[in-house]
């Protein structure tokens, strides 16, 4: 579905609050550096005071993959909710398929997440994702994903 995207990159943590209802801690998405019809690519600064490290793992601090995955569904629905038909609803998770994690996330790590349109009907739509930290995959999935008012 080829619908207006109503804003466009990049967008800072500020903007995205204006978009997605997340708030820290929760907000796993710091930045959206492109964003087109059918692909958005986003990233996630890792760094040591993350909340999660405190108990995932002490003293070998990795970021839990279904962290990682709701990183990849918040771009996934800053996407979404970028298109004008969807201004001031919210995306919901749905599903996850394929989910696959090659290598640790860590403190001092960007994580850059691209995430592509697979299909998209009015309320509800699938995406493929990867995260990346450097040239490395560090997880990649398929998402489903549904858009409701708020």
Do not use: W, Y
């Not at 958005?40 to 490290?53: A, H, L, R």
């Not at 592509?116 to 489903?144: C, M, P, W, Y």
């Amino acid at each position: 579905m080829s619908e207006n995207i109503i804003v466009s990159a990049p967008l800072d943590a500020r903007q995205i609050m204006e978009i997605l209802p997340h708030r820290p801690p929760f907000l796993l998405v710091d930045r959206i550096v492109e964003l087109q019809d059918n692909i958005i690519i986003g990233e996630k600064c890792v760094t040591i005071n993350e909340p999660f490290f405190q108990g995932h793992f002490p003293g070998f601090p990795v970021m839990p993959g279904v962290l990682i995955l709701e990183a990849m569904a918040q771009i996934g629905a800053v996407h979404a909710l970028s298109r004008e038909h969807n201004r001031g609803r919210i995306a919901f998770l749905a599903g996850v398929d394929d989910a696959r994690f090659r290598r640790a996330v860590v403190p001092g790590d960007l994580l850059r997440i691209e995430m592509i349109n697979i299909h998209q009907r009015r309320n509800a739509g699938k995406s493929s994702g990867q995260a990346f930290v450097g040239d490395k995959l560090a997880a990649e999935a398929v998402l489903t994903f549904t858009i409701g008012d708020k």
